[in-house]
């Protein structure tokens, strides 16, 4: 009697241990070969193209737009350009720039920003090293600097938090993102371990747009790290592995070129025919979409509810029917709402002898365009 009652209590305790396994078996996180495995087009249709010209002035010039934020609710565009920052109401008319210097609410050179809707101020990084922060008019609040984990971008997690991506990662710092607290002025927590990229130092590609979402989840991507993470709770997940094959840098070349000339590692690597790092990795309409750091700037876009279909464009621009010119080939800002392009009005004007020029975009209105115009906003939504 008492030998089948043992048997009897071995045998639910080997269930509720190998039981719990077999019906809830833990999830991997899927790797997918970025080689396309469908050959038809991806033809995506549910979107909406609105094109936002800015106005152009002395003061509000603007070149090679790193970043974008359209507050819609707030009357507010918001673009980083020049290493400064611009502000434009939502009918393009300019309303001012940061200051530049070494004066009190002054910048000198901005990598990247980060807006708070709700409480309508705006953070700016500024030489990697302080966090200035302004209201919606572009009115100086105050200025912390970075002590350590110096960075190239910031994100606002809520109105008491930012999250900030480390610009070198590697050597005595082990984490890509890190939260920062700013009445305490302290990184209280670190995610992403440096384990998850294959180079033992991050590249030196600056990306001011390393946030995006996922419905209403917030996404994670860096150059560094072939994969996507998503934040669960209070950590980031990783939610893709992203494998480049053959195209990989071998690493004991990479590895030794990142320690001994990290600024070169880029060029050299791709004159090699390698793929050195991601240039952007996102969701939009159901579709994982990745850039490759290649010569053709060549997008993948991912089935997000079947991950092993896999589509292929030489530019992202296709996807969404823009025409393939060389200011298209980055997104610039990503919403939760929408995706936001730049597009320089001279990459139409084949002719240079022309001044004026009336185009078309996804058959909306026709745009007349002068060849010195500062360059116009794209947002699919």
Request: glycine share 6%; no cysteine.
């Given at each position: 009697m008492k030998t089948s009652f043992f048997y009897i209590i071995c045998f639910f305790l080997f269930s509720a241990i190998t039981g719990c396994n077999s019906t809830h078996p833990k999830k991997t996180?899927?790797?997918?070969?970025?080689n396309p495995t469908q050959k038809e087009k991806l033809q995506l249709s549910n979107f909406d193209t609105e094109v936002i010209q800015l106005e152009t002035t002395k003061?509000?010039?603007?070149?090679?737009?790193?970043?974008?934020?359209?507050?819609?609710?707030?009357?507010?565009i918001f673009i980083l350009s020049r290493f400064n920052l611009f502000l434009f109401h939502l009918d393009g008319t300019y309303i001012k720039k940061l200051?530049?210097?070494?004066?009190?609410?002054e910048v000198l050179q901005l990598s990247s920003f980060t807006v708070n809707k709700v409480e309508k101020t705006i953070c700016v990084l500024d030489m990697g090293r302080d966090l200035s922060f302004y209201d919606y008019s572009g009115n100086f609040i105050k200025k912390n600097k970075l002590e350590s984990f110096y960075s190239m971008d910031a994100f606002y997690k809520d109105n008491e938090n930012l999250f900030l991506v480390c610009k070198y990662v590697g050597?005595?710092?082990?984490?890509?993102?890190?939260?920062?607290?700013?009445?305490?002025?302290?990184?209280?927590?670190?995610?992403?371990?440096?384990?998850?990229?294959?180079?033992?130092i991050s590249t030196n590609l600056l990306m001011p747009n390393s946030?995006?979402?996922?419905?209403?989840?917030?996404?994670?991507?860096?150059?560094?790290?072939?994969g996507l993470f998503e934040l669960n709770g209070e950590n980031f997940k990783q939610i893709l592995k992203l494998d480049i094959e053959e195209r990989m840098p071998p690493l004991n070349f990479a590895n030794k070129l990142l320690l001994n000339n990290r600024s070169a590692f880029r060029d050299e690597a791709k004159q090699r025919g390698y793929i050195p790092q991601l240039l952007y990795a996102f969701c939009f309409n159901d579709y994982y979409f990745v850039g490759v750091d290649d010569n053709e700037f060549s997008c993948y876009a991912i089935n997000k509810k079947n991950v092993n279909d896999v589509f292929y464009e030489e530019t992202i621009a296709k996807y969404f029917n823009l025409p393939k010119i060389k200011s298209l080939q980055l997104p610039i800002g990503f919403q939760k709402d929408c995706i936001i392009f730049s597009c320089n009005p001279s990459d139409f004007f084949?002719?240079?002898?022309?001044?004026q020029k009336t185009i078309k975009l996804?058959?909306?209105?026709?745009?007349?365009?002068?060849?010195?115009?500062?360059p116009f906003l794209v947002v699919i939504k």
């Open positions: 996180t899927p790797s997918i070969q970025l003061n509000s010039m603007l070149k090679n737009i790193q970043k974008a934020f359209v507050d819609y609710e707030n009357d507010r200051s530049v210097g070494r004066g009190p609410g050597g005595s710092e082990k984490y890509f993102v890190g939260n920062y607290n700013i009445e305490t002025t302290k990184i209280t927590k670190k995610h992403i371990s440096s384990s998850k990229s294959p180079y033992d946030f995006s979402y996922s419905d209403n989840n917030l996404l994670f991507f860096s150059p560094s790290i072939f084949e002719d240079i002898s022309l001044s996804n058959n909306k209105s026709a745009l007349t365009l002068n060849i010195d115009d500062n």
